[in-house]
């Protein structure tokens, strides 16, 4: 099973980016998905989450009303919408992919089953 993220890169504050996550080796209608963040120097953290029916998310409140996750199970493709983008975003994102955890375990790095080696996302101008 592997996930590889794509869509990173340097973009001005306020600007907008929109990452990818491409799932292999597994079918992700059975998982729940996670996209988390990895400033320099700094802890893994949650960013998103949604869940195997796709029909609950959770945000960090430091990106609610910024950031969207979607699904396609079709493309077994994650996707995180990042707009309004603030220095502070900048980071090493990473998606991961889990079966059978609630809302509350969200944003729990433990949580998560797979991952993926991540992509360099730097807001600067």
């Known amino acids: 099973l592997q996930l590889v993220e794509s869509g990173g890169g340097l973009v001005q504050p306020g600007g907008s980016l929109g990452l990818s996550c491409a799932v292999s080796?597994?079918?992700?209608?059975?998982?729940?998905i996670g996209w988390f963040r990895q400033p320099p120097g700094k802890e893994r953290v949650g960013v998103a989450y949604?869940?195997?029916?796709?029909?609950?998310?959770v945000y960090a409140d430091s990106v609610k009303g910024r950031f969207t996750i979607s699904r396609d199970n079709a493309k077994n493709t994650v996707y995180l919408q990042m707009n309004s983008l603030k220095p502070e975003d900048t980071a090493v994102y990473y998606c991961?992919?889990?079966?059978?955890?609630?809302?509350?375990?969200?944003?729990?790095?433990?949580?998560?089953?797979?991952w993926g080696q991540g992509t360099q996302v730097t807001v600067s101008s």
């Open positions: 991961a992919i889990a079966k059978d955890i609630t809302t509350a375990q969200a944003m729990n790095v433990g949580s998560y089953d797979y």
């Open positions: 080796g597994a079918a992700l209608d059975y998982y729940a």
């Open positions: 949604t869940s195997v029916d796709g029909g609950r998310t």
